[in-house]
């Protein structure tokens, strides 16, 4: 630290010191996001640079790899570790459509992604942005949000791999909607460009606004998707009236102490032996640990009174999931889901696409926080905890859920969607990847854009031969399925 004699000015002794302090700037250490003082560089011209290592072009490519396992063979893989008795459940579900099944092989398509260009910018992604993976929630003041809404693959990856699952997806989506193929391929583009346009956007805007930007009705207004309007509006009624509440009310039942409790539905919901309800009641203390003490007083007023299982998604099929149902004084239901986190099915092709990937401190840890990094708003009953020495994640159950089914909109609805989820996963990257950075690359000309909607025609195309080859597995018996579940 510089010196000040006896004899120095006032001037001279606070000019030292705004030396000293600025020398201790320069000094900060640098830390991923975090820039050092005075910072260097442009992350545009960054972006841009890397289009002659990477042409946006490129990414129509898909170069299917020899040794790639064959369908059946990877949905077998990804079935170990799950309770066997629900995995003809999951494979009945991933046999119902082309759709389906993309949404339960996240792993498989992330084996192709890994094989595909990439421009080595991370952010962290969803891991499994399908289009059926968006939809609205509630926030704190009731009002209701929309964005992503599954994270259990997420972690810091490649953003390049969630926007062509979205471009994949929406295709599927459209040709089950009864979309014609110029329509479908619109949709991928669309909902590239939207992406595109909208980290343009973010990168303009003053980083604390960008950073603030929430997924409300404007967002709506901003990706033209006015058409999607009266089913967004649909979706709404319906979620305000999806919560708690009305849960318990249709699966629980009056106890003679003046309690509730949960009531079979196999094989969707099913009640759990009392070692097996009392362990996962007894992990809610290590959960509690894991949120803001400003949430304990509210879930302190509330007490356990019964727990049981229940059967979720499709990708998740097979995995545990409980449902945990606590009462307030006046006897008024908060339904907490407490479900099984395992490791994210990217992670060895991260490693396969040459990108470090760290193992989880706690799987648990890993969705909630990757979930928080994404949102703008998240659930304030977000939390971890352990069961039986297996990572779970809890939050709160039907909160004011609703969703989209991509393959039920109408044909002519399908590229509104597409919009407004890629201006979406925008949003949620730019909260990790500058979006100077990812908006310098992207560019303002549509190449990227028809780049992954050839990628995402010629996908589709591929996950329908996955698909059918599972059908026909399962015609066989070489793979056992649960239809209709």
Not at 30 to 48: D, H, T
Request: charged letters at 25%.
């Amino acid at each position: 630290m510089t010196e000040v004699g006896a004899g120095a000015t006032a001037e001279a002794a606070v000019g030292a010191a705004q030396s000293s302090s600025e020398s201790a700037a320069r000094r900060l250490p640098r830390v991923r996001g975090f820039a050092e003082w005075p910072g260097g560089g442009s992350p545009k011209e960054e972006g841009k640079a890397l289009r002659r290592r990477v042409p946006r072009g490129e990414h129509a490519l898909l170069d299917l790899d020899a040794d790639r396992p064959d369908a059946v063979a990877a949905v077998e893989e990804s079935s170990l570790g799950r309770l066997p008795e629900l995995t003809p459940i999951r494979v009945g579900r991933m046999a119902a459509t082309p759709f389906a099944f993309l949404r339960g092989s996240a792993g498989l398509m992330a084996y192709d992604l890994a094989r595909t260009p990439m421009t080595r910018i991370r952010a962290q992604i969803c891991g499994d942005a399908h289009a059926a993976n968006f939809g609205l929630y509630g926030d704190p003041r009731g009002g209701l949000i929309i964005d992503l809404n599954d994270f259990d693959e997420t972690l810091y990856g490649p953003w390049e791999w969630d926007l062509k699952r979205l471009a994949t997806s929406l295709v599927l989506a459209g040709r089950e909607a009864g979309a014609d193929e110029d329509r479908c391929r619109k949709a991928a583009r669309d909902a590239v460009g939207a992406y595109r346009r909208t980290m343009r956007l973010l990168a303009r805007l003053p980083v604390l606004d960008a950073w603030n930007a929430i997924a409300d009705e404007e967002l709506v207004s901003h990706t033209d998707a006015h058409d999607l309007l009266g089913t967004l509006e649909r979706v709404a009624e319906k979620a305000r009236a999806n919560t708690s509440g009305r849960f318990a009310a249709k699966s629980t039942e009056p106890t003679e102490d003046g309690g509730r409790r949960f009531v079979d539905a196999p094989p969707v919901l099913r009640r759990v032996p009392d070692a097996e309800a009392a362990a996962v009641a007894a992990s809610l203390e290590s959960y509690v640990t894991t949120l803001s003490e400003d949430r304990h007083p509210l879930l302190a007023r509330h007490t356990v009174h019964d727990v049981a299982f229940r059967v979720v998604g499709t990708g998740s099929v097979g995995t545990r999931s409980y449902v945990v149902l606590l009462l307030d004084h006046r006897g008024e239901s908060l339904v907490l889901q407490v479900k099984e986190a395992r490791p994210s099915v990217l992670v060895p092709h991260l490693v396969t696409a040459g990108f470090e990937a760290p193992e989880a401190e706690h799987e648990g840890r890993r969705v909630v926080l990757g979930q928080k990094r994404m949102q703008v708003v998240s659930d304030v009953l977000l939390g971890w905890t352990t069961v039986a020495g297996l990572p779970f994640q809890v939050r709160q159950f039907r909160n004011r859920k609703g969703s989209v089914d991509p393959a039920a909109l109408a044909a002519d609805q399908i590229d509104d969607y597409a919009r407004m989820t890629g201006a979406l996963l925008a949003r949620a990257h730019s909260h990790s990847a500058d979006p100077r950075l990812v908006s310098g690359y992207c560019g303002k000309n549509d190449e990227l854009d028809e780049a992954i909607a050839t990628f995402a025609v010629t996908y589709a195309d591929r996950t329908e031969a996955d698909h059918s080859a599972l059908v026909t597995a399962v015609r066989a018996g070489r793979i056992a399925a649960e239809v209709g579940v």
